[in-house]
């Protein structure tokens, strides 16, 4: 039993962390040692996007998420349905909105 305990991290999450960081792109970059991931909101009609977030992982960790979301993306179809893939888009795009005219 005591074993089991030393094992265990426990996790804090504060409140404005839970709130969470809105992103609709990401990018990954990587080195011998780590990877990157920016993840980035690129707004409808704007010439700039800025970085809401930046991760860095060692390449392990970066498998271990990486295999991670895959199973979870799988439970996810599984019980939602098949995730539609619009394709590639070229940056900037539009996400629908009519361009702005004064």
């Given at each position: 039993m005591e074993n089991e305990n030393k094992n265990q991290i426990n996790i804090e999450l504060t409140d404005d962390v839970a709130e969470g960081i809105y992103s609709n792109l990401?990018?990954?970059?990587?080195?011998?040692?780590?990877?990157?991931?920016?993840?980035?909101r690129?707004?409808?009609?704007?010439?700039?996007?800025?970085?809401?977030?930046?991760?860095?992982?060692?390449?392990?960790?970066?498998?271990?998420?990486?295999?991670a979301m895959m199973e979870n993306?799988?439970?996810?179809e599984q019980t939602f349905g098949t995730i539609q893939d619009p394709g590639t888009e070229t940056l900037p795009y539009n996400i629908g909105t009519p361009k702005a005219m004064a």
């Amino acid at each position: 039993m005591e074993n089991e305990n030393k094992n265990q991290i426990n996790i804090e999450l504060t409140d404005d962390v839970a709130e969470g960081i809105y992103s609709n792109l990401a990018m990954i970059s990587h080195s011998p040692t780590e990877f990157v991931v920016d993840f980035v909101r690129v707004m409808p009609n704007t010439p700039k996007a800025k970085v809401k977030s930046r991760i860095v992982l060692t390449p392990q960790h970066a498998k271990r998420f990486c295999k991670a979301m895959m199973e979870n993306i799988k439970r996810y179809e599984q019980t939602f349905g098949t995730i539609q893939d619009p394709g590639t888009e070229t940056l900037p795009y539009n996400i629908g909105t009519p361009k702005a005219m004064a």
